[in-house]
């Protein structure tokens, strides 16, 4: 099987640049500095920001040089640095103490490893500089113009194409697993998993349609089509996806087979047998592409990923896997194996909160027939889109914070 396909290999340098050749860094940042070192991961410990008379300074404490650091002005009121090899807990997310003159603080680690802290102000951004950067600390300094009206403040919003500071759920991306050329596994019957994803994928629209209008929802493919791993996470993000649900269905080797049931599967570094037999599983369907080589950055993602488990995005996707437990246990007669973490290229390409779902066993007698009936897989879409709904009202309280 292909069970080195989640082994993490070390990082080597160049993959970094390739990786970050995928963010259109060059064309939208104002100030770029680099010092060309190694490429190994440096700790925030903390951030501070401090108001000055007419400008104020933000101080990252680290362990280690910093590589890269990218400063812009965001809008009107918004400094936006940007660190590239970071890793970072939660507590030094959040460290940062309201100021006065400071509206919010926002940092997360995006696309595996970049550090991106956004400050807004009450006040005008000016100019911004990098004053100090030692292995200890980086120093930005940003000069602060004319005092904001309160809906100035709000509104001088960033114009980035990136989903960073933007957390509402204004699109969700279902990703019906397999298609085309790659039918997943085969079940009992000769059933096939891309039928089945794509039918669920369906319903769950329509459903997410009624329960929640006004969200925008994409769909990674809407027939029986061929769409590569690495693209799926490419649409999602280049649509803005807030959410991203891959859905797929699970086999055993030997039909009929004892084992049932629904898994819910976020990434994380795969440990255990299961874990590794069903990330080999899904990964597999890269056979069906032609252009393996850029699987290997993916691969880098998925170790650097890995030693990221304490990202915002990860959390949420805890929080969404949890809501879709729940709600797939209450609706759905399938039984709940629980939730489970893996390196799954399709849930990588993509930096939002994600979730790819195991149905159930198309190897089981008393699965396949919930898997293939429409009133099956009718509950089972209502269930995923209640997981979802419930999901929501959970990070709209937790975003209002
Ligand atoms: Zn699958």
Known sequence: ???????????????????????????????????????????????????????????????????????????????????????????????????????????????????????????????????????????????????????EQQSGNNSSSEPSTDWSLSTIVIDPGHGGKDPGAIGI????????????????????????????????????????????????????????????????PEKPHPATGFECWILRPGKSDDAARVASRENNAIQYESNRKKYDTLDAEIAILGSLAQSASARYSEQLAANIRSAMKRKTPLADRGIHQAGFYVLVGASMPAVLL?????????DVKTLKSTSGQQKMAKALAEGIKNFEKGYAESLGD
Do not use: W
């Not at 195991?358 to 008393?366: P, V």
């Open 358 to 366: 195991e149905l159930g066993y198309l190897s089981n007698q008393k």
């Open 189 to 252: 019957g000769d059933v096939q998993e891309k039928a089945i994803t794509l039918s669920v994928a369906k319903k769950l629209r329509d459903e997410l349609k009624k329960s929640m209008p006004g969200v925008n929802i994409v769909m990674t493919r809407e027939n029986d089509s061929f769409v590569e791993i690495y693209k799926r996470g490419e649409i999602a993000n280049k649509k803005k996806g807030k959410l991203f649900i891959s859905i797929h269905c699970n086999s055993m």
């Open 1 to 151: 099987m292909q069970r080195e396909l989640i082994r993490y290999r070390p990082v080597v340098q160049g993959i970094i640049l390739v990786f970050l050749c995928l963010i259109p860094l060059q064309a939208a940042f104002s100030s770029y500095s680099s010092t060309g070192g190694q490429s190994t991961a440096v700790s925030l410990r903390d951030i501070t920001v401090t108001p000055l008379s007419n400008a104020a300074t933000i101080t990252f404490l680290v362990t280690g040089s910093v590589q890269t650091v990218v400063i812009e002005k965001k809008g009107t009121n918004v400094a936006q640095v940007r660190m590239k090899s970071m890793k970072a807990t939660d507590k030094a997310l959040n460290s940062a103490l309201p100021k006065p003159g400071v509206i919010s603080v926002q940092a997360h680690i995006e696309r595996a490893d970049v550090l991106v802290t956004d400050v807004r102000f009450k006040r005008e951004v000016t100019s911004m500089s990098v004053i100090q950067r030692t292995s200890e600390k980086v120093v930005v300094r940003i000069s602060l113009g004319k005092e904001l009206s309160a809906s």
